[in-house]
């Protein structure tokens, strides 16, 4: 007897890899790949490397059971036209008919999320968060990323552009971000800022000592975020100063966060979830400072159940039943708002 085809194909698309899997209706992965991101270069370029990523995911037996495309991207899209309009992470990409190319690629419907959107609804849907009516989810990897979730709803704004808290300023003197603004929390406590940090505070006198060197073969350009985390683990003082660094800025942040929306849960994924999670105990600290809600330690911040998979499942759960029902009354709202401005 043949199986009917109940299983989404998720590509989640990221500034330095691609995660391609088999998702059910239940939120298992059955099946998944990681490759590399070209997202420096020319979009044929950047589209290939995701045409290799699902390559990989349609030789599994089941591949010819999956029944549609969820894609999860960084970045502003226009999910009702599929287009990736621009991430600061994929700048190969601009304006680009994502849905429509996949779509006639594969001959499989396709649609597009963001990332830590659609992350967020997996995780309060199958996740973590599922036992939770309101869910803010906080993605750590290159950069940082937020979804809102209100009973398995997105939380999308006015227009379905709401959730971009990895581009909160916290320093209005800080470093300029790639979005055009200065100080956001993702200029400190991102993968690619914690890398950056080290890497000056490694061409500083008296740091050729540090671990994180030995590690990267003496390649001050070659240290990542996991240089960092493997050198603070064997008990380097300079790395374990640099995530320190990080962690006070989460606590800023997260306590801006909780003062202004309460959530009943966060929860914390992408590739350096783990690592935020080691510094909890810190973070904690800083919020005693930084929010002023006085029930701020009741809301529990946890492991997202899916870790770096989370926006993998997430593009598959953007097939759920509730998912399209986000997706239209987010269309409605931006078309109540064009309706608005021409009155006005």
Known sequence: MSKSKNLILGVDIGGTKIAAGLVDEKGEVLFAERTRMIARKSSDQ??????DAIALILRHPRAKEARAI??????????????????????????????????????????LGNDANVAAL????WGSG???GNVFYLTL?????????????????????????????????????????????????????IARRARERLSEPGANESRMLTIAHGNIEAVTAE???KAATAGDPLAAQILEEAADHLGI???NIIDLLEPEIIVVGGGLARLLMSSLG????????????????????????????????????????????????????????KSSSARR
């Open 70 to 111: 969820g894609v999860s991207v960084p970045g502003w899209i226009d999910a009702k036209r599929g287009v990736l309009l621009s991430a600061t992470n994929l700048p190969c990409f601009r304006d680009f008919p994502l849905v429509q190319e996949i779509e006639k690629l594969y001959g499989l419907p396709a649609r």
């Open 227 to 229: 240089t960092v985390s």
């Open 46 to 51: 950047g589209f290939q490397a995701i045409r």
């Open 253 to 255: 942040w997260l306590g």
């Open 141 to 193: 990897g290159t950069g940082i990323g937020t979804g809102m979730v209100v009973h398995h709803r997105i939380y999308q704004g006015r227009t379905g552009a709401a959730g971009e808290g990895g581009h909160m300023t916290i320093n209005y003197q800080g470093p300029l971000c790639g979005c055009g603004k200065r100080g956001c929390i993702e200029m400190y406590a991102s993968g690619t800022a």
């Open 282 to 337: 810190r973070i904690r600290s800083r919020l005693e400072t930084w929010a002023i809600n006085p029930r701020q330690q009741e809301v529990p911040i946890v492991e997202a159940r899916y870790g770096s998979q989370s926006a993998l499942v997430g593009a598959a759960a953007l097939w759920l039943p509730v998912a399209k029902l986000t997706a239209r009354n987010a269309h409605r709202a931006v078309r109540r708002a």
């Open 122 to 125: 997996a995780e309060a849907v």
């Open 130 to 132: 599922a036992r939770y």
